[in-house]
């Protein structure tokens, strides 16, 4: 997949917006701790590479200088949210994570009231790794339509004053569509060998919060516990069909697979035909239900027709 | 085990299969090889590995005494894949048996002494062997006091032997039950009531326990407030296991693996485990 | 005076050795670079970091199957799997074979894994020191370095175009014929230095933090993924489970690790380890505490790939200067 490479990222021309924003963002969580109003404030703090960033969860007003949100933050931390049900969260969240926390919040797995959501407006994440950051903005980030998040207690960061024009939503997903049946089956034998099964995807996705996964059923054995191909790609394949309809499309499941596996394919060309089936996009909303949770009689799906 | 591979279990045939509670099974096996059966000699306290084949492995303690011409029994209670596949199966079935595996209970160390045992549901299956190997050597062993304790009657382990254990010379049998029902007279109380009741002095006694987690965690409360001393408390866990054999790394608490370390330990062993079991 | 042997005749050499055993070595992948299987000299890298799994993974497999159960007429026959081909494992840094030795204590301890002895006993490691560290790497703190011998049977060291030859055991000199050495006086370089982590005293001072709120302050962030035990070239931890196709009953075992949420879940439900922090205090723990108190050593070769991989950032090394302060030891 070729990547574009950016050389000015929409939205944060200069540094002083970016210090301004951070700003804002400590002083919201130190307000928010202060006066008690929230447990714990998840946001990002520097990891020890001194360049990229990794999921800070700041309980103490004093250790707030620790946060940043800059374009190495890319984890998705709305997952974190399903451990903290009895206490009361802030997040920081960007417009991808906020898809994210509507499905959880549609889905009844967090309570609205619970959540402190702190918004930010998003130049855009560059790909990132332990001691990799580059200039180039990560695939979805290139695709992205949505700078400021759908939903939020408090923003940070101000709309950009003029974007960049997103890339092509599907070009990749359609270049594989339209290999032959035979060839596209080779693509994903070579990208399921390499599948050691650390669930990795899994563990970052916020959609993934089932608590017992089917992988790890014993009765009936729906995928066996073998690392080979045929039971990986059950796997991989499973889990983009239980995501059909869900997905947010923050892509942490390609980010972090240690074997560079192209899950985001997968879950993106499953997404691509919901939103051609259902006109539906998931997480633009915490009201609309996604569509393989709701039946409607006079629903039809151009099967037989 | 085949000596090529410890993974490999022995071969051996189901010969009895005996209800012993609405969800507890006494299973008696035959290993197919005889100089396998012929050596194959365990302690009470030990376990062993038993294959549903096609199913999968669990773990289970050795609930006879060891004779070489002796069935190799073991208690299975039913409750997930494996414990259920064994269930089911009836004399003749082929399993595979991997062990004896762990440690044992230092019965010989305990000669002179007298004996409390304190077991709770499916706790008794290692503490059966302890029974019958005071009973074989009665004059070894000093006073010998069980508690049996169980949900409900119904779920009492080994009635069909109470009689023998009680009418046993210097034995004494207390059984009680967390619920009972209208036929049942006896008592109702949770083990650790009954310790206190009972009130044994732990002068010369060892005391040898095992049951639910819960069960144990109060039980050495209840023995600690009578006297006794943590290396005259003996116990026996069970964690998650697959290989039995020390090498999967999965069955530890803190730096003791119930495998090899255990499952046999005191309580002054436990009194130093840094994790909670 | 040192031996030396060219770049060509090592191709050569592993060229001819590709023909009659299994050579595993560092290739290019539609991933990342990987220890796999060559059938031809020119997909061998020589040029490299490190792989993105250990060469562990061809001693202990991620799936493997341990023995085939076939029912045939009421008599059930089970079949030992066995390991029949000789290999060599080329390219292997010293840190892996380092991580290799850690796992033969656990694995060949009484009663021996017999598969796992046999993959180790039919497989010549010729090692490659490295001429760089990367910023992961602190192989020096965790009793190995960039160019030791100890753990191979043979150890190349890259000198302009030519490999410094180090025959470490008999089985190496029995592999690498003498006619294609040269003596030479060139000098071995100074192998690079990674940074160092103070790890001296540490089974001590975890002794003390176990109930730290530091470990479930950590989990916090952790996503209890198995990436970290996969990539590692110590952790040997794993699963068996049995597998049912066409009457015959094949029993594998496939890697896991402590982390997984089910790990030390019992049928029945009752989890001792529920917790996050408990579950990722188990990982540091065994490596830091338990294993050295049963094996002496810390299991750890130094590799750095737990640190590069782990998409929350745990570092191990920050856990162990972190944990030294808590137990009080001021340390570099």
């Known amino acids: 997949m070729e990547l574009i490479a950016v050389e000015k990222p929409a939205s944060y021309p200069d540094k002083e917006r970016g210090e301004r924003l951070n700003q804002q963002l400590r002083d919201k969580a130190k307000e928010l701790l202060e006066r008690g109003a929230v447990e714990c404030v998840i946001g990002y703090e520097r990891a020890t590479d001194g360049s990229s960033a990794r999921p800070f969860f700041v309980y103490q007003p004093e250790e707030v200088d620790r946060l940043i949100f800059d374009q190495t933050c890319t984890h998705n931390l709305v997952k974190y949210l399903l451990n903290k049900k009895d206490k009361t969260t802030a997040v920081v969240v960007k417009p991808c994570d906020s898809r994210a926390l509507n499905l959880l919040l549609n889905e009844k797995q967090i309570q609205r009231d619970k959540v402190f959501i702190v918004g930010v407006v998003c130049p855009g994440i560059v790909e990132t790794g332990w001691n990799q950051v580059s200039q180039t903005l990560q695939g979805r980030c290139q695709r992205c339509r949505q700078h400021t998040p759908l939903v939020y207690d408090f923003l940070v960061g101000e709309p950009p004053a003029e974007e960049a024009p997103p890339a092509e939503a599907y070009a990749d997903v359609a270049e594989i569509e339209a290999k032959p049946l035979a060839e596209r089956q080779t693509f994903w034998d070579e990208q399921s060998k390499r599948c050691i099964r650390c669930y990795a995807c899994r563990q970052v996705c916020p959609g993934c919060y089932c608590s017992e996964c089917f992988v790890e059923q014993l009765q009936p054995p729906w995928v066996g516990i073998k690392i080979a191909p045929p039971e990986n790609n059950m796997w991989q394949t499973i889990r983009a069909f239980h995501l059909a309809g869900r997905c947010s499309g923050c892509n942490e499941c390609e980010r972090v697979c240690p074997m560079d596996i192209p899950l985001s394919l997968l879950n993106r060309k499953l997404e691509k035909e919901v939103w051609e089936l259902f006109e539906f996009q998931a997480g633009l909303s915490a009201e609309t239900v996604p569509p393989f949770a709701t039946f409607k009689k006079e629903e039809t799906l151009g099967i037989g027709e | 085990m085949s000596p090529e591979n410890p993974f490999v279990p022995y071969l051996a045939t189901v010969k009895n299969v005996v209800t012993l509670t609405p969800d507890i099974k006494l299973l008696g096996l035959e290993l197919d090889d005889p100089t396998v059966r012929d050596n194959f000699s365990y302690k009470a306290g030990q376990f062993a590995v038993l294959s549903a084949f096609g199913v999968g492995e669990a773990p289970f303690c050795l609930a006879s005494v060891s004779h070489p011409k002796g069935e190799l029994e073991f208690a299975v209670r039913r409750i997930g894949t494996v414990t259920s596949s064994l269930q089911e199966l009836e004399p003749e079935a082929a399993v595979g048996v991997r062990g004896p595996f762990g440690n044992c209970f230092p019965l010989d160390d305990n000669k002179g002494q007298n004996i409390f045992i304190i077991g709770g549901g499916i706790g008794m299956a290692p503490l059966r062997p302890v029974i019958n190997t005071i009973l074989r050597n009665r004059d070894d062993y000093g006073h010998l006091l069980i508690i049996n304790g169980a949900r409900t009657p119904q779920d009492l382990v080994f009635q069909a032997e109470f009689d023998i254990w009680a009418s046993s010379p210097r034995t004494q049998l207390e059984l009680t039950v967390d619920r009972g029902h209208d036929g049942w007279k006896g008592r109702v109380a949770l083990v650790p009531a009954v310790i206190a009741e009972l009130n044994p002095s732990p002068e010369n006694t060892v005391a040898i326990t095992c049951g639910p987690p819960i069960m144990i965690r109060f039980t050495l409360q209840e023995l600690r407030k009578l006297g006794f001393q943590d290396n005259q408390i003996i116990t026996t866990l069970e964690m998650k296991m697959k290989c039995g054999l020390g090498k999967c790394a999965r069955c530890n608490v803190g730096d003791m693996y119930v495998c090899k370390d255990g499952p046999v330990f005191t309580c002054e062993q436990i009194s130093k485990f840094i994790e909670q079991f | ?332």
């Not at chain 3, 299987?37 to 060469?55: C, G, H, M, R, Y």
């Not at chain 3, 011998?149 to 690498?176: N, R, W």
């Not at chain 3, 205090?281 to 737990?306: M, N, S, T, V, W």
């Not at chain 3, 745990?314 to 162990?320: F, H, K, N, S």
């Open chain 3, 1 to 332: 005076m040192t031996q030396t042997i060219s770049r060509r005749n090592l191709l050569s050499w592993l060229g001819r050795l590709l023909e009659e055993r299994l050579l595993i070595a560092p290739t290019h992948t539609t991933g990342p670079i990987l220890f796999q299987p060559v059938s031809k000299i020119e997909d061998i890298v020589l040029d490299f970091d490190n792989t993105a799994l250990s060469a562990k993974e061809w001693f202990f497999p991620a799936t493997e199957t341990l023995f085939w159960a076939e029912t045939t007429d009421g008599r059930t026959e089970l079949v030992p799997a066995t390991v029949e081909r000789e290999a060599v494992v080329f390219g292997i840094r010293p840190c892996d074979a380092k991580g290799l030795a850690l796992v033969d204590k656990a694995f060949l301890a009484e009663p021996a894994d017999t598969l796992y002895q046999q993959h180790r006993d039919k497989a010549v490691l010729v090692g490659l020191s490295c001429r760089k560290a990367s910023p992961q790497c602190f192989c020096t703190s965790m009793g190995t370095a960039p160019n030791d011998p100890t753990h191979v049977d043979i150890l190349l060291t890259e000198v302009e175009e030519d490999y410094i030859v180090q025959i470490v055991t008999e089985k190496g000199k029995a592999l690498l014929p003498d006619n294609l050495l040269l003596e030479s006086k060139v000098v071995p370089p100074p192998p690079p230095s990674p940074p160092v982590v103070s790890a001296e005293g540490i089974e001590e001072v975890m002794r003390q933090a176990f109930d730290s709120p530091y470990w479930s302050r950590l989990a916090d962030r952790c996503v209890h993924c198995n990436l970290c035990a996969y990539v590692c070239p110590t952790c040997y931890c794993f699963d068996i489970r049995d597998y049912e196709s066409k009457g015959k009953i094949e029993r594998v075992r496939s890697w896991e690790s402590c982390q997984s949420p089910g790990f030390t879940r019992q049928a029945g439900g009752y989890n001792p380890r529920a917790s996050k922090g408990a579950r990722l205090r188990q990982r540091f723990y065994h490596k830091l505490l338990y294993f050295p108190e049963d094996f002496g050593a810390i299991a750890c070769a130094g590799c750095g790939r737990c640190v590069q991989v782990c998409p929350v950032n745990i570092d191990i090394r920050e856990v162990i200067a972190d944990i030294q302060t808590i137990g009080g030891r001021n340390v570099p």
